[in-house]
Each structure stands twice: as structure tokens, then as C-alpha cells.
T-cell receptor
Framework: KQEVTQIPAALSVPEGENLVLNCSFT??????LQWFRQDPGKGLTSLLL?????REQTSGRLNASLDKSSGRSTLYIAASQPGDSATYLC??????????FGDGTTLTVKP | DTGVSQNPRHKITKRGQNVTFRCDPI?????LYWYRQTLGQGPEFLTY????????KSRLLSDRFSAERPKGSFSTLEIQRTEQGDSAMYLC??????????FGDGTRLSIL
């Protein structure tokens, strides 16, 4: 059974700082991995999708890496802004379409 | 692309009642997923459809839960004889095969 762990559970940083969020998973036989952002009371917004054959993906100030063999992914956020405050979720997807989510990291960026 | 739409946004009901939620996916997406999320937790997979076929169901989906996707378009999730433990946010997502999943804003279910 796939298990996904996200560390830390919460993180508070001053504006402008670079930061790294971690995601680890127990079964390396994954199809792809997706990072999401969730604002309070809202659904999930997809940030980045990394296929199992890829090592990283970038979008603006975000960079996600994937090391399938060690069961790890990181989400790097450069020059953080107060608007980045949200919960960040990692989802590991098997080829049968089922997604397993971590419990997220709640990020607070202080002005 | 109007996004994934879920209705209602919030449902309050008494224990023992039946409830039904609706999800309208992005029109060209052939995959549709249902998840349940409780406070402080990540979403838990419930079931998914490829077109009208329900391809996988989680063990979380007891026999009180049923989902349909007639004609491969919108989907409904019904919960019969609701219990306190059913209180959660129910999220729907859709995608094109292996492309990123797009989520709706969810239906929050509160059981009195």
C-alpha cells in the first residue's frame, strides 16, 4: 500500500526567503507525482506534474524534483511572497489512476 | 474551459438521511475522480471513472456509497443513511488520461 509523508507539517518564513517542501513515498512504482496548492475552504490547484521518467519540472518560481529510487520529491519555492501562503499537497499516482495524497505542509509567508 | 463544477457547495443534513452530490467535469476530460477530505488531512481516494466505466473503488467506499457517471459526462455521488463520520469535504477532479487532475471546489457535508 502506497504511503505518502510530507514534512514539515507547517512552516513559517519571512517574505523573500527560499524554501523547500518535502514529500516521501513508500512504493517507487509510480506513474507520476503531482504538487497541489490548497487555499482554505477551496479545492486543489495543480502546480506541477512530474512523470516518472522525469527528474524535475519548473514553473515560474516553483521547481519540483523527483527521485523515484529513493522515494522522494521536493518542491522548491523561490523568493516567497505572502500570496504563497497555503497548504501544499503532494500526490503520488499509480498507473491505475488512483492518487495517494500526503497530509500537506501548511505554509505561512510573513510580510 | 469552465473548470470542474460541484454542487451543492455545502450540504447540511440530519443523520440517517440520503444525500447526493453532483460533479460536472471539464468537458473533454475522460477521467473523473472522487475524493473525501477531512480537516487537516490530505484527500482520500474514493473512486474513479474512465468515461462511463467505474474502474476502481476504494475500500473506504462502503455499500452506503454509490457513484455513477452516466454517458461519461457528469457524475453523482450518493450517500445513503448518512452517519456522523461522513462529515467531510467531497472533492471531484477530472483529467485527460495521464494529464494533471483539475479539482472542483468541493461539497462540504455536515451531518447534524
Amino acid at each position: 500500500k502506497q504511503e505518502v509523508t510530507q514534512i514539515p507539517a507547517a512552516l513559517s518564513v519571512p517574505e523573500g526567503e527560499n524554501l523547500v517542501l518535502n514529500c516521501s513515498f513508500t512504493d517507487s512504482a509510480i506513474y507520476n507525482l503531482q504538487w497541489f496548492r490548497q487555499d482554505p475552504g477551496k479545492g486543489l490547484t495543480s502546480l506541477l506534474l512530474i512523470q516518472s521518467s522525469q527528474r524535475e519540472q519548473t514553473s515560474g518560481r516553483l521547481n519540483a524534483s523527483l527521485d523515484k529510487s529513493s522515494g522522494r520529491s521536493t518542491l522548491y519555492i523561490a523568493a516567497s511572497q505572502p500570496g504563497d501562503s497555503a497548504t501544499y499537497l503532494c500526490a503520488v499516482n499509480g498507473n491505475a489512476g488512483k492518487s495517494t495524497f500526503g497530509d500537506g505542509t501548511t505554509l505561512t509567508v510573513k510580510p | 474551459d469552465t473548470g470542474v463544477s460541484q454542487n451543492p457547495r455545502h450540504k447540511i443534513t440530519k443523520r440517517g438521511q440520503n444525500v447526493t452530490f453532483r460533479c460536472d467535469p471539464i468537458s473533454e476530460h475522460n477521467r473523473l475522480y472522487w475524493y473525501r477530505q477531512t480537516l487537516g488531512q490530505g484527500p482520500e481516494f474514493l473512486t474513479y471513472f474512465q468515461n462511463e466505466a467505474q474502474l476502481e473503488k476504494s475500500r473506504l467506499l462502503s455499500d452506503r456509497f454509490s457513484a455513477e457517471r452516466p454517458k461519461g459526462s457528469f457524475s453523482t455521488l450518493e450517500i445513503q443513511r448518512t452517519e456522523q463520520g461522513d462529515s467531510a469535504m467531497y472533492l471531484c477532479a477530472s483529467s485527460l488520461m495521464d494529464q494533471p487532475q483539475h479539482f472542483g471546489d468541493g461539497t462540504r457535508l455536515s451531518i447534524l
